[in-house]
């Protein structure tokens, strides 16, 4: 679904607004690895900037990453309800409503988070991998039908604009946000301090080549189609018949396309508990969030509180009546900013890191500056030149969102003076931590 919303704002220069995000992405992930290398904690960004900017930053990247990953839950609700409708439409003739099947994705991947991570995490693992694997034969299906001939107007950007890019860029950026997620983790993961920055920068550079190729195949293949790529509620349904695919790849495409929306509402309410679990022991927000399941050893609570948060947003403008691909754009644009103010704050945090630990060198400051700007330019693109309504108000009902939760932890912060540990100070961890 991201493919066509970018499409319909950079045209041509969809594939190179991916590839641009990617290298965007990148500068981030070596900046978070800076931490990753040293210290596991179930916080992700948040414990990072806590611990080495002032708390208040911290609190701050808090809320902007609950901004992200709950919007980006809600956000890919839309898509699995949009693409189990197509598949119930294609073989039985039937339609769901879809506020049930929303409150259905939500159930299952709140009772998934809550019982056990490691199932989780292993369950989005074979979700995704067969998803990859048959979008992969499609959008190789299509290029290779054409020819292996290069689409130069594509390369070249031909009838882009650079303000068409830099819109189609923030969206472009959603589809590799949530890289970072792994560090959420923590002391969870088999060998922390290894696997966890290994996960970080092989995801973000293996999602975005792979949208860079979906990208450059979905607009290849869909040229002189009606309706065209922006329009279709399928598009990888049709590709697959392009390619000269039996029927049945189409349906699977979908079911994969239900099943890797599926998983990233999962990976989401995970990260977001996560960060909600620190930030109640902190202090920032009531304790009880910061208390893990006696069995489980779940952050319970605060998965049940990031699951009906997600559920919320999506559930009202599907029963306001709004098309699901504008409920999937809307919501998704606003976690772009969540993820977009984290991931500043993070590489900002990292050259202090390295100081106070004596590694700072001129490739990191460098590389810090660099990945500051590059996401300060992808924020000021959504703002000038103006977006189309209601993506124009998207920023300011973000800062309004930002701004009221930042205050709700100030004023709890100040009307509790003893938090369950000090903000900026050693983290109990989930269900411990290396540092």
């Not at 879809?98 to 199932?119: G, K, S, T």
């Not at 959420?184 to 966890?196: D, K, M, Q, V, Y």
């Not at 022991?281 to 605060?302: C, D, F, K, M």
Request: charged share 10%; with cysteine.
């Amino acid at each position: 679904m991201t493919v066509p919303l970018v499409f319909a704002l950079a045209g041509d220069g969809c594939a190179i607004a991916f590839l641009i995000s990617t290298i965007t992405i990148l500068l981030v992930a070596l900046n978070v690895n800076q931490f990753a290398r040293i210290s596991a904690s179930p916080g992700s960004l948040y414990t990072y900037i806590t611990d080495h900017m002032h708390p208040r930053f911290g609190v701050l990247a808090g809320w902007a990453l609950l901004i992200a990953y709950v919007g980006t839950a809600a956000a890919v609700s839309a898509g699995v309800t949009n693409y189990a409708n197509v598949i119930l439409r294609e073989r039985f003739g039937v339609q769901a409503f879809p506020l049930l099947l929303i409150a259905l994705v939500m159930v299952f991947a709140c009772y998934l988070a809550y019982r056990d991570v490691q199932i989780s995490a292993r369950l989005m693992l074979w979700l995704e991998a067969g998803s990859v694997a048959l979008i992969s034969v499609v959008a190789i299906g299509i290029i290779v039908r054409h020819g292996w001939r290069l689409d130069m107007a594509q390369f070249t950007l031909k009838g882009v604009t650079p303000e068409r890019l830099r819109l189609g860029l923030v969206m472009a950026i959603f589809s590799s946000v949530g890289f970072e997620s792994a560090t959420s983790l923590g002391s969870e993961a088999r060998n922390p301090l290894t696997s966890i920055p290994r996960a970080v920068t092989w995801s973000a550079a293996l999602a975005g080549l792979f949208f860079f190729l979906c990208a450059y195949a979905e607009v290849l293949g869909f040229r002189g189609e009606t309706p065209t790529l922006d329009k279709s509620l399928a598009p990888l349904h049709v590709l697959a018949q392009k390619a000269g695919l039996p029927p049945l790849v189409g349906t699977l495409t979908d079911l994969g396309a239900v099943l890797s929306f599926f998983s990233c509402f999962l990976a989401c309410i995970t990260a977001a508990a996560r960060v909600l679990f620190l930030m109640g022991r902190h202090g920032a927000l009531h304790s009880v969030l910061g208390e893990a399941h006696a069995g489980n050893q779940t952050p319970h609570r605060a998965v049940l509180l990031s699951s009906i948060a997600a559920f919320v947003p999506a559930g009202i403008m599907t029963l306001r009546g709004m098309n699901l691909f504008d409920i999937y754009g809307l919501i998704g644009t606003l976690a772009t900013f969540g993820f977009v103010t984290a991931y500043i704050l993070v590489s900002a945090a990292a050259p202090l890191y390295l100081r106070a630990q004596g590694r700072l060198t001129p490739r990191a400051i460098v590389i810090s500056i660099l990945a500051v700007v590059a996401m300060g330019a992808a924020l000021l693109g959504s703002l000038y030149p103006v977006p189309v309504s209601p993506y124009s108000i998207l920023p300011y009902l973000y800062l309004g969102l930002l701004a009221s939760g930042f205050a709700w932890s100030m004023i709890w912060i100040a009307r509790t003076p003893a938090p369950v540990v000090e903000i900026g100070g050693d983290l109990a961890g989930l269900p411990n931590e290396i540092d």
